[in-house]
């Protein structure tokens, strides 16, 4: 069940579910801030991509590929897409498990809370699955022809945002490749993760 919240205050409150005696805490950046700051070199790394593509359509078309003007209009597309990024978290979990997408209180953080254990895999097709709003306007950035200046800011701006704001999720995926076998579960409990 998906369930929206616009103004989370706490993320405990909807990450309380029946965690086992046996589980054990993932070690993980204790905040929701010490996750964004140990995701920067995860950020960077997305960033030098973005540029390195750009750099490269217009080395290949010999012309400027992209109106500037509409870049920052495909940043504010990508930003408003954060819910479509929650969301495709949210598909990911089985029916049974609450998800709740929303936006904690006073900051420009969406998310999608819930606490059910999932296979390893299915815990990083998770984390990993909004990289799509990323991909698609890469792709289509990529592939349209340098002329459609327009077209591609678009592109481009949202494939920024799309690339940059999975970060933390990649980091998640790096945590529990590094401290969970392939046969374990993963969840989230309270402000942590944990091998079940």
């Given at each position: 069940m998906i369930a929206l919240k616009w103004n989370i205050e706490n993320i405990n409150d909807y990450q309380q579910g029946n965690l086992p005696q046996n589980a054990v805490k993932l070690k993980a950046p204790a905040t929701t801030e010490d996750m964004m700051k140990k995701s920067l070199p995860i950020m960077m790394v997305m960033c030098i991509v973005m540029v390195?593509?750009?750099?490269?359509?217009?080395?290949?078309?010999?012309?400027?590929?992209?109106?500037?003007?509409?870049?920052?209009?495909?940043?504010?597309?990508?930003?408003?897409?954060?819910?479509?990024?929650?969301?495709?978290?949210?598909?990911?979990?089985?029916?049974?498990?609450?998800?709740?997408?929303g936006k904690i209180k006073g900051q420009l953080i969406f998310v999608a809370l819930a606490s059910y254990p999932m296979k390893r895999s299915r815990f990083v097709l998770m984390c990993l699955l909004p990289y799509l709003l990323g991909v698609i306007p890469l792709m289509l950035f990529i592939f349209s022809p340098a002329a459609n200046t327009v077209f591609n800011g678009l592109m481009f701006g949202m494939a920024c945002v799309g690339f940059v704001s999975p970060s933390p999720d990649v980091l998640n995926v790096i945590i529990a490749m590094k401290q969970a076998e392939k046969g374990e579960k993963i969840m989230f409990y309270g402000d942590d993760v944990y091998k079940v």
């Open positions: 390195a593509s750009i750099l490269a359509k217009a080395f290949i078309s010999h012309a400027m590929v992209v109106f500037i003007p509409t870049v920052p209009a495909g940043f504010v597309i990508g930003i408003i897409l954060a819910v479509v990024h929650e969301w495709l978290h949210a598909v990911v979990y089985p029916k049974e498990a609450k998800v709740t997408i």
